[in-house]
């Protein structure tokens, strides 16, 4: 049963320095007040986010983050964590000022934080722009923890935590809700930090939890121990967190410290808070924790802090001035993995692993396949040689998964390897982007691509992490999404919609269309260094046509190399997925002559590949399932007016769906899904052009 405290009631010596705390909370109001009264205004600093009345507890928690392999999460006020786990002034005013170095060497908001190593020991995960998307990463690297210590037998890792930061307006999003299932009901390492300031923006707390106060809501909640009270006193906010990160790290499960402050600014330097009333700006003033910090020191003792607080950040803001812009020759670098230069944190390749053997020639076997067993023999293949792949989902474990790809795998490699999520799939993206973070290789399945829509925020953020983070940080994932038509259709299982992670900045997107290419497919991608979407159509999955023999355990494919399942001279179909199937049978029934090219992946695609073959057909037809406006067909066809119109005697066409979600009726869906018929139909009209 959880429980709710309060700090004691008898004073007691402290085991922190509040000079150290005193000082680097004079060095925070220093800088805002220095971008308040003129960076902002001389438009040197774009976005200002102060951090006035919130500075106390967040460097009290950064005294309590001092394992080599603790992480914080934080969110855009939380510049005096920063300074508190050793980032420099200098750094720290760089990333607003927009210039070299600083968090994202120019790229993103300068309050958009991140470190990968701090002077306390502690990781600060890469924070996102998104209100509530910090949680569940963290809640990933609380997992990965356990695994490392526990399974990988990693003693680095034993007793770290995770710490998470939030404000009381991001308890109400998903975010906060799934990282806190998950935490709970896993009892993970994790320490959830609310700094109650009673607003969002210009939103009351009482819209975004009932009564104002989250941990008096959280009371009954199993596996959570909560502390509540002020952080505005110096005193009750050190034992408070200090009590939640004692709970935490000697594994009593996860617990929430909730403590109120005064926000004594506006939400941002636009905000003038005129929708507070005089006298609750008075009293927030009167409430500032830095005039409760003054209190513990003589009158000399604090001007001399202040005085060493103003020179510190004089210097400082100087000396960021004087860096340079960022070179704008390197700011397409770092969307993808660069062959050159590692990250600091994520994935499998700072720790330069060695993986088995490789080759792109099939060795069959005599086992012929389907697309779902072929998936279960390389994940099993890839758990037994790399104990960081873990799988997991909604259903993954004992059923095997709804569609049975993981069948077996729990029994054989367990549960801490293979295992079930709640049913959230932002918690099951943000978990594995963590895990990422933590060096692991994260599989996790979405049931269906329509139900990868809650994910949404942090698929993006995942793809755009190494780019954000100057290649500070990456987080290469695999996502095992099916989708499709199978027997029949609807708006919900069999969406496709693949040209939207071939749009995601970051993602390489796989689809395969037999069984021979999914095993080397997917083992491409659980060896890369980059986050993957691995399309499953789920009319592929037990299709005779996509059964192929088993390629053997060193068989890949490279991402952006296609295969030609036809050759010809007529006409080009470019296709992939289970359009590959279609497209061959309109060959078959009309007899033209045409290079058939299965694209296999979409990002990266095989530029070279299709015009290659229309500079020998000089004719083009592109077939895919998604819908035909903004499809990645449409994508094709630009490159090809592009570069390959001097090569084209006809038009470049297209066949895909209608702009409609797919329907269940299976005459309504037959008539609208791209089918034999059609396709030869339209290579008529194109060859007759």
């Not at 906010?237 to 600014?265: I, M, W, Y």
């Not at 289970?578 to 979409?602: F, K």
Request: hydrophobic share 40%; aromatic share 8%.
């Amino acid at each position: 049963m959880s429980k709710t405290a309060t700090a004691p009631k008898k004073k007691k010596e402290t085991a922190i320095d509040w000079k150290e705390i005193a000082l680097k909370m004079l060095i925070s109001r220093a800088m805002d007040d220095l971008e308040e009264n003129k960076l902002v205004p001389e438009k040197k600093v774009l976005y200002q986010f102060s951090a006035r009345g919130h500075e106390l507890g967040q460097l009290i928690l950064a005294h309590h983050l001092d394992k080599p392999k603790d992480s914080a999460s934080a969110y855009y006020r939380s510049r005096p964590l920063m300074i508190g786990l050793g980032l420099s002034v200098e750094d720290a005013l760089s990333a607003p000022l927009t210039r070299s170095g600083g968090y994202s060497d120019g790229r993103d908001i300068g309050v958009v934080c991140n470190m990968p190593k701090s002077d306390r020991g502690c990781v600060v995960l890469p924070m996102a722009g998104d209100v509530g998307a910090q949680y569940t990463p963290a809640v990933g690297w609380a997992q990965s923890i356990e695994y490392h210590a526990k399974t990988l037998k990693n003693k680095e890792y034993r007793d770290s935590i995770a710490a998470i930061l939030g404000g009381d307006a991001s308890v109400a999003t998903n975010g906060f809700w799934s990282a806190l299932t998950i935490a709970t009901t896993q009892k993970l390492p994790v320490l959830f930090y609310i700094e109650d300031n009673g607003y969002g923006i210009s939103v009351t707390s009482e819209y975004q939890t009932p009564g104002k106060n989250i941990a008096e809501n959280l009371a009954s909640f199993k596996n959570l121990d909560i502390w509540d009270g002020s952080g505005t006193n110096p005193e009750e906010a050190f034992e408070l967190l200090k009590a939640g990160t004692d709970h935490v790290r000697s594994r009593k499960g996860p617990a929430l410290v909730r403590l109120t402050v005064p926000r004594l600014n506006g939400h941002s330097y636009q905000d003038n808070q005129a929708y507070k009333d005089e006298k609750l700006l008075k009293k927030e003033q009167a409430n500032d924790p830095l005039k409760a910090v003054q209190k513990m020191f003589s009158k000399k003792e604090w001007e001399a802090l202040q005085s060493e607080a103003q020179k510190t950040v004089d210097e400082a803001v100087k000396a960021a001035l004087n860096r340079p812009q960022p070179d704008a020759s390197k700011v397409k670098k770092f969307v993808f993995s660069e062959a050159d230069e590692v990250q600091d944190i994520g994935g499998l390749r700072p720790s330069n692993p060695t993986f088995p053997a490789t080759s792109e020639k099939p060795n069959p076997d005599k086992r012929r396949i389907n697309i779902g067993e072929a998936i279960n023999l390389a994940l099993d293949y890839e758990l037994k040689t790399n104990p960081k792949v873990l799988v997991f989902g909604e259903d993954v474990g004992m059923k095997g998964g709804v569609h049975a790809v993981t069948m077996g795998l729990q029994t054989k490699y367990g549960s801490d390897r293979v295992f079930d999520t709640s049913l959230s799939e932002e918690g099951i993206i943000g978990r594995a982007v963590g895990m990422a973070y933590a060096g692991l290789m994260p599989v996790a399945e979405i049931q269906f691509r329509k139900y990868a829509d809650p994910a949404m925020e942090q698929l993006n953020n995942c793809g755009t992490t190494r780019w954000r983070t100057a290649n500070r940080f990456a987080a290469p994932i695999v996502v095992r999404m099916p989708g499709g038509f199978a027997k029949v259709g609807d708006p919900w299982h069999s969406v496709t919609n693949e040209v939207m992670f071939a749009h995601a900045i970051g993602w390489q997107v796989a689809f395969p269309s037999n069984a021979q290419d999914a095993v080397g497919l997917i083992r491409s991608a659980m060896r890369s260094d980059n986050p993957t979407m691995f399309f499953e159509h789920r009319n592929l999955n037990d299709n005779r046509y996509a059964r192929r023999p088993y390629p053997g355990d060193e068989f890949v494919v490279p991402f952006g190399k296609a295969n030609l399942l036809k050759e010809g001279t007529d006409m080009t179909l470019v296709t992939w997925g289970a359009m590959c199937e279609a497209c061959e049978g309109a060959v078959e029934e009309t007899g033209i002559s045409a290079d058939v090219i299965d694209l296999r992946t979409i990002m990266p695609w095989d530029k070279e590949a299709v015009l290659n073959s229309i500079k020998k057909t000089n004719r083009c037809l592109i077939v895919h399932e998604d819908a035909m406006t903004a499809g990645f067909g449409a994508e094709i066809a630009a490159v090809l007016a592009s570069e390959g119109f001097n090569y084209l005697d006809a038009p470049v066409e297209r066949i895909a769906m209608p702009d409609i979600p797919l329907p269940h009726n299976v005459p309504l869906m037959e008539s609208v899904v791209p089918n034999a018929e059609r396709i030869a139909e339209k290579m008529k009209e194109i060859l007759a052009f």
